[in-house]
């Protein structure tokens, strides 16, 4: 059974004084003056302990949160105060959660969804914006803030013709700063890798910890398939790509080390798929494997609970669940407790154990999203490939 991690709906009243918004709810009409107060000298939503107040001014029928927190009610209502404009509602939240959501406004027949205008936290991906709601403990990791000391790396964009996948593909190289042609460095293939750099600040993130010593100097190939849900699938042509085609391409032109422990693949919800898949048809080949929230779905009895679009992954992961085996040395694993991918997520790591393999696994109070991803590059890339900082502990 899946369990919901955050608690429902707390709407409050004159037994909760302590909350910012309870002064104004329990009041009989407040003026425009004391909204306006209250408004100005509040950031939001307003976070006070594990309660996130959720407010919005304006004039409309009905108003509620629309978020992406597996387990709770995707559309939760605001409560009016009344004879005003101003709308609220209170989401009790555990330590440390991150969530990203919109407001829908409804006004008569029409209904629109948008980002909160009181909050300017502000989360990007490929299909728009989200506004964001750190929950009391949340803290926005150093690391993927742009370090003056840390010296950059570069982007190289390269085209490969490849005969798996029947066309040309194109791939971006990221180097370490200082880089040298006579040193040899691990290599790390990054799926989905452009979204990479441009939502989870993956060129900025590799530049600090590099620079840190978290982990060492690498050379990264981000990848970008012109149709992701097809070749992410367990595709036989995309793993020949990655394995037979690009990684010979690499080592043949750039100074890799060269050696399993020394390759990485890398992936979120179906490039973690891809990765693993990849993996399983060239066992031994990946030394390293990150997966991050993969959309891993399985059946133990009949058909799975997904779409008929996961069915090649089910038939993938049921073939490797019936009979597992170490198909590399070190996997990381992380997924946010607020997606309903925990529950697949979970279910394997076990497994992934029991092969023999070294495997961390990370959850986190976040959603399906890249900065939930961005978030867990540090101690992911970390324990895969582990710097000077952390030679002693791994």
């Not at 959660?97 to 407001?103: F, G």
């Not at 293939?189 to 441009?198: A, C, I, T």
């Not at 990264?220 to 595709?235: G, I, N």
């Not at 959850?363 to 978030?375: I, L």
Request: glycine share 8%; net charge neutral.
């Amino acid at each position: 059974m899946r369990h919901a991690q955050a608690k429902e709906e707390f709407v409050p009243s004159a037994d909760h004084a302590d909350l910012a918004i309870a002064e104004l709810a329990d009041r009989e009409t407040p003026s425009a003056e004391t909204i306006d107060r209250f408004l100005a000298s509040h950031e939001f939503p307003i976070v006070e302990g594990r309660y996130c107040t959720f407010v919005y001014q304006g004039e409309a029928h009905a108003v509620a949160l629309r978020h992406w927190v597996y387990g709770l009610p995707t559309a939760a209502p605001f409560t009016r105060i009344t004879g005003t404009d101003l709308w609220f509602y209170v989401l009790e939240l555990p330590e440390g959660s991150r969530v990203e959501y919109k407001i829908e406004v409804r006004s008569g027949r029409h209904s629109n969804w948008i980002r909160d205008p009181l909050n300017p936290r502000i989360a990007h991906d490929p299909f728009g914006a989200n506004s964001v709601c750190h929950g009391h403990g949340y803290e926005t990791p150093p690391w993927i803030e742009h370090d003056p000391g840390a010296p950059q790396g570069s982007l190289e964009e390269r085209v490969l013709q490849s005969e798996a996948l029947g066309g040309r593909r194109h791939v971006t190289v990221y180097r370490p700063a200082r880089f040298r042609a006579s040193r040899r460095y691990p290599l790390l293939v990054v799926h989905d890798g452009r979204d990479y750099l441009r939502f989870a600040r993956l060129q900025t993130v590799l530049d600090n910890l590099i620079h840190k010593l978290d982990v060492p100097g690498m050379i990264v190939a981000l990848t970008q398939p012109p149709d992701r849900m097809e070749q992410y699938r367990d595709s036989a042509e995309h793993a020949r790509y990655l394995a037979e085609e690009l990684v010979p391409t690499l080592e043949r032109d750039l100074p890799l080390i060269g050696t399993p422990a020394s390759r990485g693949l890398m992936g979120a919800s179906l490039g973690a798929v891809a990765s693993l898949s990849t993996a399983i048809r060239y066992p031994g080949m990946f030394g390293r494997l990150l997966l991050q929230s993969g959309s891993f779905a399985f059946s133990d009895i009949g058909t799975h609970d997904r779409s008929p679009i996961f069915d090649p992954i089910a038939e993938m992961v049921n073939r490797y669940r019936a009979k597992p085996t170490a198909v590399s040395e070190r996997v990381f694993v992380s997924c946010g407790t607020y997606e309903s991918l925990i529950y697949e997520n979970r279910s394997l790591v076990p497994m992934l154990r029991r092969t023999g393999m070294s495997v961390r696994f990370v959850e986190a109070r976040d959603g399906h999203n890249w900065e939930n991803w961005r978030d867990r590059l540090r101690e992911g890339l970390a324990f895969l490939f582990p710097g000077p900082k952390w030679w002693v502990y791994y």
